[in-house]
């Protein structure tokens, strides 16, 4: 499988070449050449396989000709190690739970298949690279913990100083080794412009083998389109139209959904479920997609004011704004809105949503009642992670999983940063000297 450039399709290259890179020189993303369709034998095998064996035969093709079978199996019962149960709320009314990974947020899949994947490479190259990633929260600690201790790779993370939960600021900044955290004076978008600013200084490219692991990076997006199969094999209800609801911020997760309905999983519709930063949904309403500035919410992983990943989007849907409003509806919602179906979704169902689910799960109520379908939608994070929050609007105690509570008696390693690019780059020397 070759990878073109959204910006250039002559511009192609090969799977480690994508990976290594992240993004390609003309500041593209990269996307596979063809989508290939899965057998209809596959899709009749789904509700008994597991999720290394789904990720197994959904990816292979992906890499064909860089990862050769038995290396790609082990890779992907080394990843895919825990669970992603599907709740069911009510008749239709499904939660993914995708939270029980290490880190207890989605990106835990696509975070440890890429540092896998680069870990197989490198140790077949003699190479080094450094991983470089903003993070608005859960993508640092997702990274971190991926990459942890896997040779010859460096781990850098940016992420907002004061503007992440303690909790995911623990996650990222307690491991050490190869894992180092810089703690830039401004948002989120300052930390992904120095990030895009470092990939196309060709002085830091060459002395540190950067790559970046966030989910521009193609071997991030790609193993996220694995329980979207996973989820459709274990509804029971398929005699209905089923719809998928993504709590969205870069849009990795629903470029992921598009993809794997591309490849033959029969999804009726796709939500993407924003909050105030509603880029999309705008884009969706009035057919201009207009950036602005990110503005912060309680569902933080998502305050993104200009989503990376909608060029891949328009790829997927032929730059045809009338296309993607076939396959995507957008929704959007404020912080007071999903305090309030965080408290409906306790009262009503006795489950706890976190506040990325809970924009899906309100999204996805307000589409079925124009529409007689399944429904899906993505529970992205642990409500732990947002503990305070959740427990003020519930008035209910959460009981904090093992992997939390671990970090909790550990020191943080955090350097300081500034938002100014020549002050980010002193730094980057010498953490890495
Ligand atoms: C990253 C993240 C999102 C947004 O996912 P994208 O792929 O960037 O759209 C949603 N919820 C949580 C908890 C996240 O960490």
């Known amino acids: 499988m070759k990878y073109y450039s959204t910006n250039n399709p002559q511009l192609t290259v090969d799977l480690e070449t994508a990976v290594r890179q992240g993004l390609p020189a003309d500041k593209g993303l990269y996307m596979p050449q063809t989508i290939p369709r899965l057998p209809a034998g596959f899709f009749s095998r789904l509700p008994g396989m597991t999720l290394p064996q789904i990720g197994f035969e959904v990816l292979r093709p992906y890499v064909q000709g860089g990862v050769p079978d038995e290396d790609l199996r082990l890779i ?12 069911k709320l009510d008749r239709g ?12 947020a989605f990106k835990d899949f696509g975070a440890r298949f890429m540092a896998r994947m680069l870990g197989y490479f490198n140790a077949h190259t003699q190479h080094q690279n450094t991983v470089l990633v903003a993070t608005s929260g859960d993508t640092g600690s997702a990274v971190a913990h991926g990459f942890y201790a896997v040779e010859n790779v460096n781990v850098v993370i940016l992420y907002p100083q004061g503007k992440v939960s303690d909790l995911q600021e623990r996650q990222m900044t307690t491991l050490g080794k190869n894992i ?13 412009r120095l990030v895009k600013t470092a990939f196309v200084d060709e002085e830091l490219v060459t002395a540190l083998g950067l790559t970046s692991a966030n989910s521009i990076n193609i071997a991030r997006l790609l193993p996220q389109m694995l329980y979207y199969f996973y989820a459709y094999g274990q509804v029971e209800d398929k005699q209905k139209p089923v719809v998928f609801s993504v709590p969205s911020g870069n849009y990795g997760n629903l470029t992921a959904g598009v993809l794997a309905r591309r490849m033959g999983l029969p999804v009726a519709h796709f939500i993407a479920a924003a909050n105030a930063n509603a880029i999309v949904p705008a884009y969706l309403a009035t057919g201009e997609f207009k950036p602005r500035p990110s503005v912060e919410t309680i569902s933080n992983a998502m305050d993104v004011g200009n989503p990376s990943n909608f060029v891949r989007l328009q790829a997927l849907f032929g730059h045809s704004v009338a296309k993607f409003r076939a396959f995507v509806s957008g929704y959007s919602y404020s912080d007071d809105q999903t305090r309030e179906t965080i408290a409906q979704a306790q009262q009503k169902y006795n489950y706890v949503l976190d506040p990325h689910g809970a924009i899906g799960c309100r999204a996805l109520q307000a589409y079925k009642q124009g529409a007689d379908v399944t429904g899906v939608f993505l529970e992205t994070a642990h409500p732990v992670k947002f503990r305070q929050e959740v427990e003020a609007v519930t008035g209910k105690a959460i009981a904090v999983p093992a992997p939390i509570q671990e970090t909790l008696h550990k020191d943080k390693l955090i350097t300081q940063c500034g938002a100014d690019y020549a002050a980010f780059k002193a730094q980057l020397w010498r953490l890495l000297s």
């Open 180 to 192: 180092h955290t810089l703690a830039v004076a401004g948002s989120f978008d300052d930390c992904q």
């Open 93 to 104: 009314l499904y939660s993914l739970e995708l939270y029980h990974g290490p880190t207890l």
């Open 76 to 87: 992907c019962e080394e990843a895919f190690t825990f669970p992603a149960p599907l709740s």
